[in-house]
């Protein structure tokens, strides 16, 4: 057997690689026949070695040193399981220099980014779209705040009537807030309170001088 040959009688396979091996490099390789990988040598017989079971991959990126690269395949290849053809794939793309390991990295950290850039989106979307139903909703309960002052002005006096006026207008012309809305209903609901206060004045200085005429 030549020096770059060994073999492992008890999973019956047999190591050969084009240049010397390490002691390492030879047990890692051991270790994955006994867990049942199955290893390619995808550079050719140049000793680049890629060990995959079912739905694990494993990339050996030097000598022993040996990286799961199941999550960053998937992630590369857009897909949502690992199959015979996707290794198929991947072997091919690593021996024609289409990808590697630091391209995978490189890919995995641009789909995070996506993944980031996405979820903001979301959220301003979300966002966007919760702000328009709260313009919307504003908007209605200033218009319903002006009919309502409307509706009032024929039961208020001549000076009420003018203040109230002028808060239509500045109502109708500012912007559609919740603030805003909150400040003109309590402006509002003040010079009405007012007005009856005034009313209620009234009426009771009247009864007051009647009752001192019945006197």
């Known amino acids: ?5 060994f073999e492992y009688k008890a999973v ?10 390490t002691f390492q490099g030879k ?7 006994k867990k049942g990988y199955q ?18 991959i494993e990339l050996e990126i030097d000598d022993g040193n040996w990286v799961d690269v199941t999550s960053l395949v998937r992630d590369y290849y857009q897909r949502q399981k690992i199959t015979k053809s996707l290794i198929d794939k991947f072997v091919q793309d690593l021996a ?3 990808v590697n390991y630091e391209i995978l990295l490189k890919a995995q950290g641009n789909l995070e980014k996506k993944k980031q850039d996405d979820e903001r989106n979301k959220i301003a979307a979300e966002k966007a779209k919760k702000d328009a139903l709260n313009y919307e909703s504003t908007k209605q309960a200033l218009e319903k705040l ?7 002005l024929p039961q208020v006096s001549a000076g009420t009537k003018e203040e109230l006026g002028q808060l239509i207008v500045e109502i109708k012309g500012s912007e559609v807030t919740a603030d805003n809305y909150s400040n003109y209903h309590r402006l509002a609901v003040s010079l009405i309170v007012k007005e009856r206060e005034r009313l209620t004045y009234l009426v009771i ?9 019945i006197k």
């Open 146 to 152: 002006v009919l309502n002052i409307e509706n009032v």
């Open 12 to 21: 019956g396979v047999r190591y050969t690689r084009s240049e010397s091996i």
């Open 205 to 213: 200085h009247y009864l007051d001088k009647t009752m001192c005429i």
């Open 96 to 98: 024609s220099n289409n």
């Open 27 to 33: 047990q890692n390789w051991i270790a994955y026949k």
């Open 1 to 5: 057997m030549a020096d770059n040959e």
């Open 39 to 56: 290893i390619k040598d995808w550079g050719g017989g140049s000793g680049n070695w890629i060990a995959y079971k079912k739905t694990k």
